[in-house]
Each structure stands twice: as structure tokens, then as C-alpha cells.
């Protein structure tokens, strides 16, 4: 019961991070109908400049963790915001009315360039970042083994579900989040109506890259190293988890990242950690071919 119990904490961490990445995915392609493959880059971007704002404010001499945490967290935001209003300019509204396969092919190379910029920018070592918060809580106790739940794994999950109320909120509640809906009902019809379509398509370019930075930061904090190929499979899975949990869903990207991380877990633990994505994508096959749509998504209907 120790070990489950440790390996559900530390999938529901990192589940939580997939998931602030696939609410990413699934707002682009709520709107746009088009997968945004660059998403995982600017979370890899978002956590290059937490490692390098660590280090300034340590050279710094600034010792305190909560305004550490918070001047990173705002630099990280800023600096992924940029690049991701900047990718929806470049790569995707010039190509919003073309075949569907040009926004595709478009987003890869827009993937390869990011990662290469990186790489040459930064270098390919892997960059690592000294602890930032030390120690945690003990749960349980017994027969040798004890539950511990540090306090990087707190933060992760209680941030994550703030934020997820708070975009939740934003969308249901104010003139962004309406503009957005009826963005993704009709673009058309929604410009009509004196609705902005493309700044309101920017911005949410922008709020995925925000939530992206986040995990960024997270998993710099978490993990303790990172380089210029984290984005990539951090991307991927992140994918899967949109599309698990019904790409189009905010609460269905945020149950198949919670989904995702319980799987790693739980098959690393239990099996081996060789096949941890063998066993995610496996799920996500079992699940696409049952229920198309995913866990939480719902059959578009095409009104003629």
C-alpha cells in the first residue's frame, strides 16, 4: 500500500505538468482546428529561461524562495508569451485559409527551428539547475517504507489546479473566453458579430504559451536538468493527452495528463521504465479505438 500510494503522488506531479501542456493543444485546436506541434518547444523555451533566471537571481544574491519563484515564473510567462504570439504570426495566420496540410507542415518546421535555435544558442549539454525547495511531508510509515510527498510535488499540484480554476473561470466567465467560444463555434459568424478573430486567436496562442511556461518551470524545478530535447517528447505526450481526454476539453486535457503521469508511474514502478511510453500509447489506442472522440469529448456536429 506504501509503494502505490508513492507511486500515485508522483504520477499525479507529473500528470500535472502534461496536463498544463495539453490545455495548450486544446485550446489552439478548439478554435483554429489545427494541432500547434510547436507547443512543445515553447515549453522547452520556458524552461531554458527558468534556469537562466535561477542563476541570475542567485548570482544575484536574492535567497528568498517565494520571490525567486515569482520573478521566474513572470520572466518565464513573458519570454513564451512573446514566442508564442510570435509563432501564431509567422507560421500559422498566414496559412488559416490553406489546405490543412500546410498549417501541419508549417508547424513541424516551425518545431525543428525552435529546437535548433535553442540548441545553438544554449548548447546541447544538459543544463542543470541546483534545488530550489528541499524537504516534504511524510504521509505514512510502516515496515521500512515511508510516503513522502516533497514540496516541489505539493506546489505542482496545487498550482495546477489553481490555474486550471482560474482558466476555467476566464473562459466561462469573461468577454475573452465568450469571444473564444464563439470563435470556436463560428469565426465567421464571429467576426460578423464585431468579434476581433485575430487578436482573440493570438491571445490564445499566447495563454497556451503562458500555461506551457509554467510547466516549464515545474518540470525544471522537479527534475533538476534539462536540454534542448525535452520539448519534443514532453510534446508528444502531452498530445496524447489532449487527445485521450478529448481534444477540445480543457477538463478532458487535464484528465488525460493526470491519466498519462499515472500510467509512467505506476508502469515504471510496477514494470519497468524502458516501456512506460509504450504502455501511454498503448491506452491512448485502446481509447481511440472504443471511444473516437476520447474520455470527455463530444462528436463535432455539422449543421447543414
Known sequence: MGTFLQYLINGLALGAIYGLIAIGYTMVYGIIRMINF???????I???VAVTTFSILAAAGVTSVPLALLLVLVMAIAFT???GWTVERVAYRPLRGAPKLAPLISAIGMSILLQNYV???QGARPKPLAPVMNGGVTLWQGDGFAVNVSYIQLFIILLTVALMVGFTQLINRTALGRAQRACEQDRTMAGLLGINVDRTISLTFVMGAALAAVAGVLVTMYYGVIDFYIGFLAGMKAFTA????GIGSLPGAMLGGLLIGLIEAFFTGYVSGAYKDVASFSVLILVLVFRPTGLMGRPDIEKV
Do not use: C, K, S, W
Not at 38 to 44: D, F, T
Not at 242 to 245: H, P, S
Open 242 to 245: 489532449a487527445v485521450l481526454g
Open 81 to 83: 508569451a512573446a514566442y
Open 46 to 48: 520556458g524552461a531554458f
Open 119 to 121: 540548441m545553438q544558442t
Open 38 to 44: 510547436a507547443h512543445g518547444e515553447i515549453y522547452m
